[in-house]
């Protein structure tokens, strides 16, 4: 049978959502916390910068790969459960991480550290509509926005700081109690999980493994690729899309698919997620590029380059609770529209302000776009996720995460080869070899993308009843 959670009565929901928080800055850590130990870790393992890169490479295909399915396991066996037995399951893997004693076993544990993200990825906002106020959701998908920025920005400062007291076992330790904290948390304040008078005829395990092949060989063309021979990039790309068409028909033939195909071509959810991974494709943009051109074209030290990409994230995380609260008060849609204007206004200017402005120029630009990323995130999951039936929260979140996941890895390949392609482009369109060329390029780019989505956003819009503007 079917489970879902009791709903929450209106005075519990502050507590609970305290303790979802938790369960969003877990997998947010874990995705930038140890990028600033790989130089530590090919040490510590006298193994090569590409060997030790599978430590973050690892975390993120088991994320990406599975997110779908455990979103809607998350829906048969109830999210409940299955959100402590990913808390559980992250801190354990985080344990062992820290207690490695070589390369290969730390990053099997940051593959099972990756399983438990996915879970807690995708069920904290699965679980927002059983356990906040319908009138407080958007405030709520705000405060989770706030908290995965926070978690995404404060990784790599808290990392530095506990490998230089402690070394970078200790960075595995930190995240193994936060986990532990937060399953007992979670255990005290979540709702049992209760069962639901529909039946459930099953888990699609053959979609599932379809679905995990494809998003992995997918993953794995973006992340790998520069290090692959050309035979085995073409195999990969194959793999990728024959994944994707057999688990199409696989899923227009079984009697529980993973993903109802349908629910895709649902405006207001085919748009949302459209739009999320073409948003996400430039926010991933601003901080694979950006450090090049503050350090590279501006001269910024280290620390200056750092200092300016912290502003993005700072942004973000207040911006995100405020966002929330106009959703609640004015709708999604006005929301989703002011935020994605502030994303083309954003790439607008940095195609035009650095140059002249310098790092104040950069530093405008990446703020109107982040601002309008978080007001558009909060907004779009709003929509999407009070749309979604009680039965489909866990795979409609689970979408979400993905189309985010996707837009994060094409705009880290994408983006990053658009700016080294940068001034050979603006030599072939007549604009001369100029200095920060590639900047312009990669953002007037950006600005197109981020009107695509707008456009797509207005779209989706359109196709709404009159009942539901």
């Not at 950006?446 to 956003?457: I, M, N, S």
């Amino acid at each position: 049978m079917m489970l879902e959670i009791a709903l929450a009565p209106e005075r519990a929901y502050g507590p609970r959502l305290a303790a979802l928080s938790l369960a969003m800055l877990l997998p947010s850590l874990g995705t930038s916390i140890t990028n600033v130990a790989l130089p530590t870790l090919a040490r510590a393992f006298d193994a090569t910068m590409a060997d030790v890169q599978w430590v973050v490479i690892s975390y993120l295909l088991a994320a990406t790969s599975l997110i779908v399915g455990v979103g809607r396991l998350g829906d048969l066996v109830g999210r409940r459960r299955l959100l402590l037995t990913g808390m559980a399951l992250f801190s354990a893997a985080s344990a062992v991480g820290g207690l490695a004693p070589g390369l290969s076993i730390l990053i099997a544990a940051r593959a099972v550290q990756g399983i438990g993200g996915a879970v807690m990825m995708t069920l904290t906002v699965a679980m927002v509509g059983d356990l906040v106020p319908k009138d407080r959701t958007g405030s709520a998908m705000g405060l989770l926005g706030t908290i995965s920025a926070v978690g995404t920005a404060l990784g790599p400062t808290a990392g530095g700081a506990l490998i230089a007291a402690w070394g970078w076992p200790s960075v595995f330790a930190v995240m193994a109690a936060m986990g532990a904290v937060a399953v007992l948390a979670g255990g005290a304040l979540f709702p049992a999980d209760v069962r639901s008078a529909r039946q459930s005829t099953g888990f699609d395990l053959p979609g599932l493994a379809l679905l995990a092949l494809s998003l992995g060989a997918f993953s794995g063309i973006f992340t790998l690729g520069s290090r692959m021979s050309g035979p085995a990039l073409l195999a990969l790309s194959v793999m990728s899309a024959l994944g994707f068409a057999a688990f199409v028909l696989t899923e227009n033939r079984a009697p529980a698919p993973l993903v109802r195909l349908g629910l895709l071509r649902e405006r207001v959810l085919g748009t949302g997620l459209a739009s999320l991974m073409l948003v996400s494709a430039i926010v991933m943009a601003t901080l694979v590029v950006g450090p090049f051109y503050l350090g590279g074209i501006l001269g910024l030290d280290p620390v200056g380059t750092g200092m300016v990409m912290s502003v993005g994230p700072a942004v973000a995380a207040v911006t995100g609770v405020p966002a929330g609260r106009l959703v609640d008060r004015l709708g999604a849609f006005p929301v989703i529209v002011a935020g994605l204007l502030s994303v083309v206004t954003g790439c607008l200017m940095l195609t035009a302000l650095p140059g002249p402005f310098g790092v104040g120029g950069y530093t405008a630009g990446l703020v109107v776009i982040t601002f309008g990323y978080a007001m558009f995130q909060a907004a779009n999951t709003t929509a999407i996720m009070q749309r979604a039936a009680q039965d489909q929260r866990g795979v409609t979140s689970a979408l979400l995460g993905l189309s985010r996941n996707i837009g994060l890895i094409c705009g880290a390949s994408a983006m990053a080869a658009l700016y080294a392609a940068g001034p050979r482009l603006a030599v072939a369109f007549g604009f001369g070899e100029a200095e920060g060329s590639g900047l312009g390029i990669t953002f007037a780019v950006a600005a197109c993308v981020a009107g695509v989505a707008l456009g797509a956003a207005l779209w989706g819009h359109a196709g709404r009843s009159p009942a539901e503007r």
